[in-house]
């Protein structure tokens, strides 16, 4: 359930890839490029514990396919996102408060952090795989709950994606779909997701990993996730605070009356 040499080759491999990134980032003048490679980390940790561990149940392959659906959705889709766009603002302001040599300084204050931090919250993949139990009622819960995360930040990310492509609504507040229920689908998703992770881990006994949805959660709310991104937001777009007013910030829920 726990192995200590695994665990810190995952550490090696996660540093390894910040690194990498870390260099190319020097040469495009970009530390955006990040945040395609975040959820990366976790399916190359995934890929370490799976290679270092010394026997595999089927709770380990189905980490590794559901790892696998995520990491990739989510990194072609920032990649996609993101391609020939200047420096993410949120980095334009760290690279401004960082100077001088920020080049270097992003090194641990970006890359070896979200490095580090992917780490940590790997833990229940680690769990989960080494844990060879059969698979339980806890499993199926697990997978039930993985769909419904994947299903919201999937769709969610889909119809803000199809939103901002029309230029008829440059401005406008996107209060349809899932968004209509939740004002951020995409990070409900994902934490659902991390939840479900969580979940493989205790049906292999490893409900100490409880530390991991925990930070994830934190993370999405209160750091680089809802709080951040709607810190000024209002201001930007006035329309937004209405639609604050009327729907749910992180769980989805029946939209209400329209502000007075």
């Known amino acids: ?16 890839i910040g690194i990498a990134t870390w260099l190319v980032s020097i040469a495009k003048r970009n530390v955006s490029i990040v945040d395609p490679v975040w959820s990366l980390f976790f399916l190359a940790m995934t890929l370490t514990y799976l290679i270092l561990a010394p026997a595999l149940g089927e709770r380990a392959y189905i980490l590794l396919f559901v790892v696998t659906v995520w990491a990739v959705r989510l990194s072609l889709f920032i990649l996609l996102r993101n391609w020939g766009e200047p420096e993410d603002r949120r980095y334009q302001q760290i690279r401004a408060d960082n100077q001088p040599k920020f080049w270097l300084k992003s090194l641990y204050i970006v890359f070896g952090l979200q490095a ?22 806890i499993d199926f819960l697990a997978v039930a709950l993985w769909l419904i995360g994947f299903g919201f930040e999937a769709i969610g990310d889909q119809q803000l994606a199809n939103f901002k492509a029309d230029p008829g609504n440059h401005g406008e507040v996107l209060d349809s779909g899932l968004w209509r229920y939740t004002r951020h689908p995409n990070y409900f998703g994902e934490t659902c997701i991390w939840w479900a992770y969580f979940l493989f881990a205790v049906a292999a006994g490893g409900w100490w990993t409880i530390l991991s949805p925990i930070l994830m959660t934190f993370l ?17 777009r006035p329309a937004y605070r209405d639609y604050c007013h009327r729907t749910n910030a992180f769980f989805p829920g029946p939209p209400k009356g329209r502000a007075s």
């Open 116 to 137: 580090i931090l992917a780490w940590i919250i790997s833990l229940p993949l680690l769990a989960g795989i080494l844990g060879g139990a059969s698979l339980n009622w």
């Open 1 to 16: 359930m726990f192995d200590l040499h695994i665990y810190a080759a995952g550490l090696a491999v996660g540093l390894g």
């Open 220 to 236: 999405l709310l209160r750091v680089s996730g809802v709080t951040l991104l709607e810190k000024d937001i209002g201001e930007r």
